[in-house]
């Protein structure tokens, strides 16, 4: 028998609720979909939308390892006796399967119960900081307009001293994308070996392009550059960037692991905590509603004409000079929420950060190509190190004569 396809739901287990004021969350706004919450405590997902979830998402499904992630807003205002329900569910419905646990948070709330809980859990934690102080405060800021940067800090420091697996997810936006190596050395500095880095791509309101926060598509391209270029000399396979992990994926002829450059998407919907399914957690709007999981079943959902056409739409709808790009099989147009630039040729849908990507992917395609070369040879990539340095000497020998 085959393998039902599977997916990831991005579980959104207090909504947009939230102790920050992120100046460029696209999520707090959320709240004015559900304009009869008005507390916080209206938030937080019922029992039956949770034990729902828990059950169908682990009898719809014959992965042997299952993974859920918890969302917000800010999922540690559940407090952790929240997650101790969700591991019971969990026993109770695994059937032997292995199940592990991934919640993003801002850090304000860590301390040290916490992070005990997380450790004995075996939690992955993902935690939400832009670098050092003056770029990570510029926009994360709490409810009263406060700075944050300490505070993440010393949550990051508990995460450290309790021995919690961690990530590091940074915006990469207007103020710190002109220092991508501070950045990077903070984040080293700060005990980090698993880093993501988003950019940060706002609409600016009644203008068609993007927001004065948003990162330019070429100061993305030389951000990544000038951190890969470090990386690729120093820290492979001692720091993994998720970006180069999933481009190295693509050169080796696999598919993607992160829905931003897969071919098609749509098998990562997001739940809210009311049960309501979304297409995805960038497209949480009225039209892409597909249910409710306590009127409809989680995979008949997700494997329905609505999202199936949803997910459909992000290869069909690329404009030609993107399906004659050279770098197509990597890119794949990027995400759908940034395509909203003109092509050459006239026609609407580019990614708005095309060049910023072409850029990059032009430049690492020689070390990547390295770096599959050696994993098809059963060797490591890490051997791409010196690979990058001897070539470093040749060219500056050619560039003296």
């Not at 014959?62 to 993974?67: A, C, F, R, V």
């Not at 950019?199 to 951190?227: H, T």
């Not at 759908?336 to 990507?357: K, Q």
Request: glycine share 8%; with cysteine.
């Amino acid at each position: 028998m085959a393998r039902r396809r599977p997916y990831q739901v991005v579980a959104k287990p207090i909504g947009p609720a939230c102790n920050l004021d992120c100046r460029y969350c696209y999520y707090l706004d959320k709240k004015s979909l559900y304009p009869e919450r008005q507390a916080p405590s209206d938030w937080e997902m019922p029992d039956a939308v949770l034990e729902s979830f828990i059950r169908q998402k682990l009898e719809t499904s014959d992965q042997p390892l299952e993974t859920f992630c918890w969302q917000g807003g800010e999922p540690t205002l559940l407090g952790a006796g929240f997650f101790r329900k969700v591991l019971a569910l969990q026993r109770e419905y695994a059937g032997g399967r292995q199940i592990e646990n991934s919640l993003q948070t801002n850090g304000i709330l860590l301390d040290d119960d916490w992070c005990r809980f997380l450790a004995d859990s075996g939690f992955l934690v993902g935690i939400s900081i832009d670098g050092p102080r003056e770029m990570h405060d510029a926009y994360r800021i709490d409810l009263a307009g406060k700075p944050t940067f300490d505070r993440v800090v010393r949550g990051v420091e508990l995460l450290r001293k309790h021995g919690v697996q961690f990530n590091t997810l940074t915006a990469v936006h207007d103020r710190n994308a002109r220092h991508p190596l501070e950045v990077y050395a903070f984040l080293e500095d700060l005990g980090s070996r698993f880093m993501q880095f988003i950019p940060i791509v706002e609409r600016a309101a009644g203008e068609a392009g993007p927001s004065e926060r948003s990162v330019e598509p070429g100061q993305l391209g030389a951000f990544l550059i000038a951190v890969f270029d470090h990386w690729v000399r120093h820290d492979v396979g001692a720091r993994f960037v998720q970006l180069f992990d999933v481009s190295l994926q693509a050169w080796c002829g696999i598919e993607a692991s992160l829905c931003l450059f897969s071919e098609t998407c749509g098998r990562a919907p997001a739940l809210e905590s009311n049960g309501d399914l979304y297409a995805c957690d960038h497209f949480v709007f009225p039209e892409y509603r597909l249910g409710n999981i306590l009127r409809q079943s989680l995979r008949s959902m997700v494997e329905s004409r609505q999202q199936a056409a949803f997910g459909a739409r992000k290869r069909d709808g690329l404009p030609r000079c993107c399906r004659e790009c050279e770098f197509l099989f990597a890119c794949r147009g990027g995400c759908p929420r940034n395509r909203f630039s003109i092509s050459p040729d006239g026609e609407p849908g580019l990614n708005s950060l095309c060049a910023g990507y072409r850029q990059f992917f032009a430049h690492v395609e020689p070390y990547m190509r390295f770096m599959a070369g050696e994993l098809r040879q059963r060797r490591s990539p890490a051997r791409v190190m010196a690979w990058a340095r001897d070539r470093d000497a040749r060219a500056l020998r050619d560039a003296q004569g």
